[in-house]
DNA sequence: TATTGTTATACTCTATAACTATA
DNA sequence: TATAGTTATAGAGTATAACAATA
């Protein structure tokens, strides 16, 4: 059987990369939810490891949030503990953002569940086509000037 | 390069199958946007293209769609002049959902469109490796469940 | 005059509940 | 009593504009 009857896309490669990444990047969200992350603060929080605190501005240009919504995502991680904001001795309006020891503690948790999803969401390959399917994916995503470790829909929504 | 610094998740299949399909399902929508086609009004005309006329129940389970916001979604398309609600006359409660000649018509450009995503997507690999890619993601959609044509996004969101 | 952070507003989507008409 | 369709409401998420403090 070629392809599904009346459904000329549904095997076509951009339906099933959409089709198979939705469910990855919900998967992704659930593991995620039992510890009190949502994807978009482990992008900012795992973007944070790094020594030099960016500022909100530069952090919201980095991972394509407007940053006027970043002020609420740095709000509530600064609420959970996870991150401070420390004024900036050269440029006074801005804020120096860190982890603090809890955020990295968090980053740490998720970073320990990630091996767990790519096992569920890998589960119907074997280890090498496993391999040339990373492969062929990150040739995809150079082809198409996507960043590494940014999420494209933290900057315009699919719908 | 292993990995890119501090982003251990950058290079995983998970994310990786994420944005890639993230960025896929955007350039869809941009392709269908001129059509003046949503991705989910293009989901329910293609749906709708098989003789037997649905109803709008029937359609909501199939798609994943709540059968309320399934309402709107079918007035929208009315409106357009692509279905048409008829009452069914073995249960006078519901429509029988039908295409249009302007709906079908609509579906066929959307569908002409199609081979121009799939070569812009795909033009980071030789023809061998998207049929490779393709097969892997096949197996990878049936290994999780996925039903063909059927988007997870209609069902339930990402984030 | 430009930039960082902030707030307010409106608009879109979605989730939930409740209503009507039929069965 | 259950089901198909509908409507209303509230809640999240986002986009736009405007403001205060600082450069």
New interface residues.
Partial sequence: MPS??????????????????????????ERLAPLGV???AYAVL??L??SPGPNQQQLADALGIHRNNMVGLIDELEAAGWVQRHRSKQDRRSFALRLTAGGRAVVSRV?DV?PG??DE?????TAP??A???G?????????D?T??????LR?P??
């Avoid at 062929?136 to 198409?144: D, E, M, R």
């Avoid at 590494?148 to 829909?153: E, L």
């Fill in positions: 599904t009857p009346g459904a000329p896309f549904a095997d076509s490669l951009p339906f099933l990369l959409s089709q198979v990444g939705a469910r990855s990047a919900q998967l992704f969200a949502t994807p978009r795992s973007r490891t790094g970073d990630l999803l790519s969401v890998g589960r119907g390959l086509d496993r040339t399917l990373i062929l994916l990150k040739q995809l995503a150079h082809a198409l996507l590494a470790g940014v999420h494209p829909s315009l699919a719908r």
